[in-house]
């Protein structure tokens, strides 16, 4: 029987998202929450095969051991630590200091797997880093990001707004502007951000002042990951920009 894959954060998100729930507590056997989290797990479409080629693959079991891991990272647990593993700690460390927001990814991400959504999405190369990281809040939430940031129309809408008001098309961090750089070519093309991860925004419209222009570099950085954050404003990636570091 093929060993089962490892945790990944989409997966720690929801397991850790019930521990909180349980005001960090172990959930006891028999809970029914764990045997809800074990189907909702084995149905996310990241292991492809790996429910049908091996029936232990998030087992009840295997999640309830998993869940009281990640209770005994806490600061405040008291009794015998369990070592995990650095996603652990990252995911821990992301509730304890972001319950509310980490919560509402938790909470997004059991929308999306239950009502299909996140099932029909195509990969993405661009919702995991060079190192393959994906951002804190799980692969399939930068997907589903990516996937309407790429909206060719809302991006044309608003691009045809900017020009209305006589704004230019150019990067709202670096200042690039496509134009200019590569002439007739790159007239009239930009990237589009969302100024709020979808997860804290809703499921509303995207209205058109929700959106940023950014050049392809600038959004890249403005979603990739680092240990126990994700997701930059264009004026949080210029904050950034201005520290010592990068400018020595």
Not at 81 to 90: I, V
Not at 125 to 139: C, F, H, L, T, Y
């Amino acid at each position: 029987m093929p060993t089962s894959p490892a945790w990944t954060r989409d997966e720690l998100l929801l397991a850790c998202a019930l521990v909180v729930e349980n005001d960090w507590k172990s959930l006891n056997h028999g809970d029914p929450r764990i045997t809800d989290l074990s189907n909702l797990l084995r149905s996310l479409p990241i292991h492809p095969g790996a429910a049908q080629a091996n029936p232990k693959f998030r087992s009840v079991g295997s999640v309830r051991f998993k869940s009281s891991n990640l209770a005994t990272i806490h600061s405040k647990y008291t009794g015998i630590r369990t070592k995990g593993g650095h996603l652990d700690q990252e995911t821990v460390t992301a509730f304890r200091d972001r319950p509310t927001e980490m919560l509402e990814a938790a909470a997004a991400l059991r929308e999306g797997i239950r009502s299909g959504e996140l099932g029909k999405l195509p990969e993405d190369p661009d919702e995991v880093d060079d190192q393959g990281n994906s951002a804190i809040e799980g692969r399939l939430l930068a997907r589903r990001a990516l996937h309407r940031e790429r909206d060719r129309s809302l991006r044309n809408l608003k691009i045809a707004q900017a020009e209305k008001r006589g704004q230019p098309l150019q990067c709202e961090v670096c200042t690039f502007d496509f134009g200019r750089f590569y002439g007739s070519l790159g007239k009239g093309y930009i990237e589009v951000h969302h100024l709020l991860p979808l997860h804290i925004s809703g499921p509303r419209e995207t209205k058109l002042n929700d959106l940023a222009f950014l050049c392809a570099n600038c959004h890249r950085m403005c979603h990739k990951s680092r240990s126990g954050e994700s997701w930059r404003t264009p004026a949080a990636l210029r904050a950034e920009m201005a520290q010592p570091a990068w400018t020595t």
